[in-house]
């Protein structure tokens, strides 16, 4: 009983075996075949990429001819800042939740679970 079921388990791992390397030989085969439509399509991608790049390049350039910074006036004497004093808010104790927090908060569950 035991060796019958080492021959089957024998048996089994040669076909899965001989299966993957029929497998194998087939993608090989295939890739030979197609090897020079491969190279034709790969050219086709390198060539659209370099267009690509030189099409962003000029539309930079354009660009930053655009945005050229246009020639800029004689300076205007700014006055001296005056200072005004800035109210500080008072600051809210971390465990206090303001109520129109809470309550959106809340409203907002609700939503989600209808």
């Given at each position: 009983m035991v060796i019958e079921g080492i021959k089957l388990m024998i048996m089994g791992m040669a076909t899965v075996m001989i299966f993957l390397s029929v497998m194998m030989f087939c993608i090989q085969g295939?890739?030979?075949?197609?090897?020079?439509?491969?190279?034709?399509?790969?050219?086709?991608?390198?060539?659209?990429?370099?267009?690509?790049?030189?099409?962003?390049?000029?539309?930079?350039?354009?660009?930053?001819?655009?945005?050229?910074?246009?020639?800029t006036p004689a300076p205007v004497p700014t006055p001296a800042p005056v200072s005004i004093p800035v109210p500080v808010p008072t600051p809210v104790p971390e465990s206090e939740v303001p109520i129109a927090v809470f309550c959106a908060a809340i409203a907002a569950f609700e939503a989600d679970r209808a």
């Open positions: 295939v890739a030979q075949a197609t090897k020079e439509h491969t190279e034709a399509e790969l050219k086709k991608l390198e060539a659209e990429k370099a267009r690509a790049r030189q099409q962003e390049a000029q539309r930079r350039k354009a660009a930053a001819a655009k945005l050229a910074p246009a020639p």
